[in-house]
């Protein structure tokens, strides 16, 4: 099993540059990001107060969570239920940082992620994916942007969140907080177009030996 770890900030393109690099790689893609906005999205369905510990961790025990691929791509269902679209709504922009702060909230994705990587060679992207989800994979990269740059994204694609205080929040948290893997590859993606970012990457992959292979 081979993994690639893409950590980095809010708006970062670090979402679309780790899908757009599982297509050309063959290899399955792990959207975390999507996991814990899922979450957040079950809390404020359950009425549960995001900014509670124990209200989250009650909302979260008392679901059926499940996880898998579909033509590669992970997918979250939580009673039943695949959200997509509701995971960029206002209210899960708002409380998603809240949510994902709390312990036994990321526990429990985490072991999914670690599950859904057995099932073959992975893409997966996040904010502590190479230091904490899989810190001994050889092949880690860091996205960043300006926060300017970030900010226009966000707006871009319609969301109000405000990258700043996401960063704030994901640096800061006591646990797996947002931080650069020691022997991660930064790049910065300010400038750079999707394609360009899935090209650097792919021949700093080339470079280490690895290349297109199957996901299963």
Known sequence: MTVIAIDGPAASGK???ARGLAEKLGFNYINTGAMYRALTWQVIRAGADPQSTPSVEDAIQRSNIRTGFEGG??????????????????PVNRAVSAVSCVPTVRQRLVDEFRTLAGAGNCVVEGRDIGS???????????????????????????????????DRIDSSRHTAPLTIANDAIVIDTSHLDLAEVIEHIYQALAARGLTSCPSV
């Not at 791509?73 to 206002?90: A, K, M, N």
């Not at 740059?149 to 969140?161: A, F, I, N, Y």
């Open 132 to 166: 904490v989800v899989f810190p001994d994979t050889g092949y880690k990269f860091y996205l960043d942007a300006s926060p300017d740059v970030r900010q226009r994204r966000r707006d871009k694609q319609g969301q109000r969140d405000e990258v700043a205080a996401r």
């Open 73 to 90: 791509f992970s997918f979250i269902e939580i009673d039943g239920v695949r959200p997509y679209e509701q995971l960029r709504e206002e």
């Open 15 to 17: 979402s679309s540059v």
